[in-house]
């Protein structure tokens, strides 16, 4: 198995930035991809981006620009930059990671913007 866990959430102002952390932890080995998702409330869980083990990275369309994913392999550690974040981008925060057919989540982290 893999255990995900978020750090780095919190409240920022409209055109703040914040660093969300992921650690993995257990049979890293194992994964292919790192993805981070976010779901507000009320909302299905959207893609936000991903990173391939050969660094290949996809962001939505709402975060293009804006966001950066990046890795540590060293710290076992894939990182959230969120530049001029806005109300909208208000959710929670969740890493995941594919390898084989397996998928595991994180617990999330809340990241709130006050306009």
């Known amino acids: 198995q893999v255990q995900l866990v978020e750090s780095g959430g919190g409240l920022v102002q409209a055109g703040g930035s914040l660093r969300l952390s992921c650690e993995a932890s257990?049979?890293?080995?194992?994964?292919?991809?790192m993805c981070w998702y976010r779901q507000a409330p009320g909302k299905q869980r959207d893609l936000v981006a991903t990173?391939?083990?050969?660094?290949?990275?996809v962001y939505a369309d709402s975060v293009k620009g804006r966001f950066t994913i990046s890795r540590d392999n060293a710290k076992n550690t894939v990182y959230l930059r969120m530049n001029s974040l806005k109300p909208e981008d208000t959710a929670v925060y969740y890493c995941?990671?594919?390898?084989?057919?397996?998928?595991?989540w994180g617990r999330g982290t809340q990241v709130t913007v006050s306009s």
């Open positions: 990173i391939t083990r050969g660094d290949s990275t």
């Open positions: 257990g049979l890293i080995f194992s994964i292919n991809v």
């Open positions: 995941a990671s594919q390898g084989g057919s397996n998928f595991y």
